[in-house]
């Protein structure tokens, strides 16, 4: 992700920029950070990982909802606004004070990972997520090859991973108690074509 510009902004000041942007950016402590444009293969997995998880809560009659990569998270501990490609919010969506276009209490949070912005999700992006109290369950989406990373809350101090490889596998959401199918997930995508689905 690059920096658009060195001068400083303040919240409202990102937020009207934002509201005629054509491209997201997300904002940090006074700096707003352009967000470059994903592959197809980026769109494909986010869209079938959204719908999985829409279609669980679903089947389970849940008081959740999906939101997808148009909804930003406010951070407050961080100051920050940031994208992610998916998110849940169980019960009732809190809005931020600051801004009514922004969540603030997801309970799961969704990123397929870049090149470009892998490090940043695994780390910078991660421990923002992480100052939520709602925040229970990060799924982090691997967009080369069938990799899926979650990261679940064990405690209030203590997170734990769990890494499925492979489209014959299935991934265990605990937020949801349920299961999605790697193949649901990856389904469609021009890098990983019919062979990896064992279709001719």
């Known amino acids: 992700m690059a920096e658009k510009k060195i001068n400083k902004y303040t919240i409202q000041e990102y937020l009207e920029i934002e509201e005629n942007a054509l ?60 994208y992610p490609d998916g998110m849940i919010v169980c019960g009732e969506v809190e809005i931020s004070e600051v801004d009514p276009h922004a969540v603030t209490n997801p309970i799961l949070i969704v990123e397929v990972l870049s090149k470009s912005t892998e490090r940043y999700d ?16 990060y799924v982090l989406i691997d967009s080369k090859k069938p990799v899926v990373d979650i990261l679940y809350r064990e405690d209030q101090s203590s997170w734990k991973m769990v890494t499925t490889i492979g489209l014959d596998k299935e991934i265990y959401i605990h937020t949801l108690d349920t299961y999605i199918s790697m193949e649901t997930i990856y389904r469609n995508t021009l890098q990983l ?8």
Do not use: W
């Open 122 to 137: 695994r780390g910078d992006k991660f421990h923002k997520y992480c100052s939520l109290p709602s925040f229970q369950e």
């Open 193 to 200: 074509g019919p062979a990896e689905f064992g279709r001719d």
């Open 23 to 82: 491209e997201k950016s997300e904002y940090y402590h006074g700096r707003i950070v352009g967000m470059s444009g994903g592959t197809i293969d980026h769109g494909i997995i986010g869209s079938n990982a959204n719908i999985a998880l829409g279609n669980a809560i679903d089947k389970k009659k849940l008081a959740c909802i999906p939101i997808n990569s148009e909804v930003r998270v406010y951070v407050d501990a961080s100051n920050s606004f940031v």
